[in-house]
């Protein structure tokens, strides 16, 4: 597996991914092994992979179509409140950074980022494929920021499980959010 940032010649694979999982498209029956809620354009992939350096990838080595493309196996978006703030729930999540304290840091817009949404393709679930790109996000976004948060609707227990048992994240609270529960997770980059 190929673990790097993605570029603008990547968004159109990620969009086919994403859309394959997302609420609004997913197949019913698939629901149940996970999802991701917020739609993405193209113009908003592009400003968070050229303004914001927060689109990674992890790319099928054995898995080469036809235009000598590798397959996108999984994304990972991360990126700054600033970036995430034109989306309602994240101006919640924002408004609310000034009453959280994780570890003994009180948070703010500027010591931590939003994870997410993350996408593996199912093929590829349960490969440590997960783990590998979260790995590679946390590490790029540690340079500027020391805390990691992330949220996951509560109709999605399965991205729950994989948040804290494989990546090790943890609960901060529990909000609710234009009629839907959410835990809200988080850890320390490192930084």
């Known amino acids: 597996m190929i673990y790097r940032e993605a570029t603008v010649s990547d968004i159109d694979a990620v969009l086919a991914l994403h859309s394959k999982y997302q609420i609004d498209s997913i197949a019913e029956e698939d629901k149940k092994d996970g999802f991701v809620t917020t739609p993405f354009t193209r113009q908003q ?3 968070l992979i050229e303004r914001e350096s927060g689109l990674f990838i992890a790319l099928d ?12 196996a999984a994304y990972v978006m ?3 409140w600033q970036f995430w703030s034109r989306w309602p729930l994240f101006a919640f999540m924002i408004a609310d950074l000034p009453g ?20 593996v393709d199912g093929p590829f679930r349960g490969s440590g494929v997960l783990q590998g790109i979260f790995s590679y996000a946390l ?6 920021y020391p805390v990691l948060l992330t949220f996951v609707n509560q109709k999605n227990p399965r991205s729950y499980a994989a948040h804290t048992r494989k990546l ?17 997770l988080g850890c320390l980059t490192g930084a």
């Open 168 to 184: 090790e994240l943890e609960l901060i609270k529990e909000f609710e959010w234009n009629g839907n529960r959410y835990w809200e």
């Open 100 to 119: 959280l304290n994780y570890r003994g840091i009180s948070l703010s817009v500027e010591n931590s980022y939003q994870y997410g949404p993350v996408c």
């Open 45 to 47: 992939l592009s400003e």
């Open 78 to 80: 991360a990126a700054s």
């Open 61 to 72: 080595e054995a898995d080469e179509g036809p235009s000598g493309v590798k397959r996108v």
């Open 139 to 144: 590490k790029a976004m540690s340079a500027r």
